[in-house]
């Protein structure tokens, strides 16, 4: 079975321009979770999704957003971008609820 | 919300030492406590999880124990090899109401020197 995957590795961005992030789930997986991951706050949770729908969202600001589709398939964007948003975006997802999860590579943001 | 506790955050060791990995929770309503191993520019990986039915689980040179009275729970590896080397996150879920958040500890920097 493939893993978790995201699209693309690697993103340079500048200032106030949007972006769009991929993630495709371990196949049979309906759960996807999306992460932001820097230096100095660790890993903190952006939002989850289960079967299309949005069940929890992390104390971001509304410029972060995301979907998922019926494939299972999910992406997140982000408008507006900051400097501060440069970082590793990562993607996991799980079988059901309760499951273990399983993280992607990640995409690595930098915004200048 | 649930807040997560990870001490140390950098721990170095000798080859073939012990290395143990401490962290606390706040939410007594968490049931799953994974941790993930996290090498220099790749993805966090699973390597073992406890769920609050069970004290203790191992798997070779790896276990994990969980205090569900105190809310903490340990990682505990026993003659480290320098692959051991990375980064490991604890993490802490509640799974009643079908909320899959996991809520992440800061990550120890384990460093085993051969």
């Known amino acids: 079975k493939a893993g978790v995957t995201q699209t693309p590795r690697y993103l340079i961005k500048t200032r106030g321009q949007q972006v769009t992030l991929s993630c495709s789930p371990i196949?049979?997986?309906?759960?996807v979770s999306w992460y932001q991951q820097t230096p100095g706050q660790g890993l903190q949770f952006l939002f989850e999704?289960?079967?299309?729908?949005?069940?929890n969202k992390g104390n971001f600001p509304g410029r972060f957003s995301g979907r998922q589709f019926s494939n299972s398939r999910s992406e997140m964007n982000v408008s507006t971008l900051e400097l501060g948003d440069s970082a590793l975006y990562l993607c996991a997802s799980s079988l059901e609820v309760g499951s273990e999860a399983f993280f992607g590579q990640g995409t690595r943001l930098t915004v200048v | 919300g649930e807040n997560v506790e990870q001490h140390p955050s950098t721990l170095s060791v000798q080859e073939g030492d012990s290395a143990v990995i401490k962290c606390t929770y706040s939410d007594s309503a968490s049931n799953y406590f994974p941790w993930y191993k996290q090498e220099l520019g790749k993805r966090p990986q699973l390597i073992i999880d406890i769920r609050s039915n069970v004290g203790e689980k191992k798997d070779q040179r790896i276990a994990v124990t969980l205090n569900k009275t105190a809310k903490h729970f340990s990682l505990h590896i026993t003659e480290t090899q320098p692959e051991d080397s990375a980064v490991y996150f604890c993490?802490?879920?509640?799974?009643?109401?079908?909320?899959?958040?996991?809520?992440f500890g800061k990550g120890t920097k384990l460093t085993v020197n051969p």
């Open positions: 993490a802490a879920r509640r799974t009643q109401g079908g909320s899959e958040k996991l809520v």
């Open positions: 999704y289960f079967s299309e729908t949005q069940r």
């Open positions: 196949s049979g997986h309906r759960s």
